[in-house]
């Protein structure tokens, strides 16, 4: 395989791989600056999360005290992404970053989190180190110390991400957010006390966004619970959205169809109840008149419940600032949701944004709803 990697002003230093397709440059930029880091792999397959895997091993990096949080420059054969950042096992991200990840095996994969990239089986891809993540010492890195066990938290709610979606015009009592309450208890605690809080608040309809119906039927023919039993009777919807979630708009039509077609109270859910669960939520919470400073808390609050973050924290503004930010931008700018990957996350501002009329013409001009139908399903969820 060509390296990619081209002399600057000193003496090019090659290490090939002999067999394989590993090609590694350094190459000062000037007298004055570090030495620049490149390696070149070729694709294998696909990742854990269905996105290009290399055969560049992990060590290659960390050889070089490259370390999770660095930059990358990643260039496919078609096409070239900035600002991915070096992760392990995808800790510390939100929807819409470019990584480039340590997978479990001790590999190196790429990908971005809201869209694909895409590369051939044995095509080449070259990745450049060019500098620090300045924002991912702040970001909570999921998972690390979130565990299965309730003793590990304050509450039954806390524990299951379950609560009350409030603000603006919302009803008491009308919609609430969770984690999944369909895995087997046996794999996730936080499914049973779930179950137990939804029946406790009444639920009478789930939107298991994660799911799919054949995905509902194994759940409903090997487990038992309220929510089960929800299912079991056909008060659900499944719309087996992915986390490519704002490229799948008829599947969010679906969901707001439902909840048209079915009384509440209504229960919102994907895996965690982190990102889908967020964006329906949050589309929901402005046709309903909640106020930014209320949809922000609303969309942190499930970061807190599972990574045990504090209100107010440094964490916790980044998350505000990755969530509620992201997703209002794409809300109100969805003729830009082609074009993800050219947004300058770290620069968006959405502090002027209208966000009922955002999210009415959202529902309106890019889901197809009618203005009845929008009204009709405001009244449903409003005083």
């Not at 439902?258 to 509440?264: K, P, Q, V, W």
């Not at 980044?318 to 209002?328: A, Q």
């Given at each position: 395989m060509n390296s990619k990697c081209k002399p600057l002003v000193a003496a090019l230093m090659v290490i090939v791989i002999f067999g394989g397709s590993l090609t590694v440059c350094f190459w000062p930029s000037d007298t004055s600056k570090e030495e620049v880091f490149s390696v070149t792999g070729e694709v294998t397959g696909l990742s854990s999360y269905n996105q290009p895997a290399l055969d560049i091993k992990a060590e290659t990096l960390l050889e070089h005290k490259i370390t999770p949080g660095a930059l990358f420059q990643i260039e496919t054969e078609d096409e070239t992404f900035n600002d991915a950042i070096l992760l392990n096992n995808y800790l510390g991200i939100f929807m819409f970053d470019i990584f480039v990840n340590i997978e479990s095996d001790g590999y190196i994969s790429i990908g971005c989190v809201g869209k694909l990239i895409t590369a051939d089986v044995g095509s080449s891809v070259t990745i450049t180190h060019t500098g620090t993540s300045h924002r991912y010492s702040k970001v909570p890195h999921y998972n690390e110390g979130s565990t299965n066990n309730r003793a590990d938290y304050p509450s039954d709610e806390v524990f299951g991400n379950f609560y009350e979606v409030t603000g603006g015009n919302l009803k008491d009592g009308i919609l609430y957010r969770s984690f999944s309450p369909l895995y087997s208890p046996d794999k996730q605690a936080r499914s049973t006390y779930v179950n137990e809080l939804a029946e406790e608040a009444g639920i009478?309809?789930?939107?298991?966004?994660?799911?799919?119906?054949?995905?509902?039927?194994?759940?409903?023919?090997?487990?038992?619970?309220?929510?089960?039993?929800?299912?079991?009777?056909?008060?659900?919807?499944?719309?087996?959205?992915?986390?490519?979630?704002?490229?799948?708009?008829?599947?969010?039509?679906?969901?707001?169809?439902?909840?048209?077609?079915?009384?509440?109270?209504?229960?919102?859910?994907?895996?965690?109840?982190?990102?889908?669960?967020?964006?329906?939520?949050?589309?929901?919470?402005?046709?309903?008149?909640?106020?930014?400073?209320?949809?922000?808390?609303?969309?942190?609050?499930?970061?807190?419940?599972?990574?045990?973050?504090?209100?107010?924290?440094?964490?916790?503004?980044?998350?505000?600032?990755?969530?509620?930010?992201?997703?209002?931008?794409?809300?109100?700018?969805?003729?830009?949701?082609?074009?993800?990957?050219?947004?300058?996350?770290?620069?968006?501002?959405?502090?002027?944004?209208?966000?009922?009329?955002?999210?009415?013409?959202?529902?309106?001009?890019?889901?197809?709803?009618?203005?009845?139908?929008?009204?009709?399903?405001?009244?449903?969820?409003?005083?």
């Open positions: 009478q309809f789930e939107i298991a966004l994660s799911y799919n119906d054949a995905s509902v039927k194994k759940a409903v023919d090997s487990l038992e619970g309220y929510c089960i039993t929800l299912c079991k009777e056909g008060k659900y919807v499944a719309p087996g959205m992915g986390y490519l979630y704002f490229q799948e708009k008829e599947k969010t039509a679906l969901v707001f169809q439902s909840i048209l077609d079915n009384d509440g109270a209504y229960l919102v859910h994907c895996n965690v109840g982190r990102d889908r669960t967020g964006f329906i939520i949050l589309l929901l919470q402005a046709l309903c008149g909640c106020t930014a400073d209320e949809m922000k808390e609303c969309e942190a609050k499930a970061f807190c419940n599972l990574y045990h973050i504090d209100m107010g924290t440094e964490e916790f503004r980044t998350v505000v600032d990755c969530t509620y930010g992201r997703n209002m931008y794409l809300i109100a700018n969805y003729d830009e949701i082609p074009d993800i990957f050219v947004i300058d996350w770290n620069n968006i501002d959405v502090t002027t944004v209208d966000t009922f009329t955002a999210a009415y013409d959202y529902c309106t001009d890019y889901l197809g709803f009618s203005d009845s139908d929008i009204d009709s399903l405001i009244g449903k969820l409003c005083n």
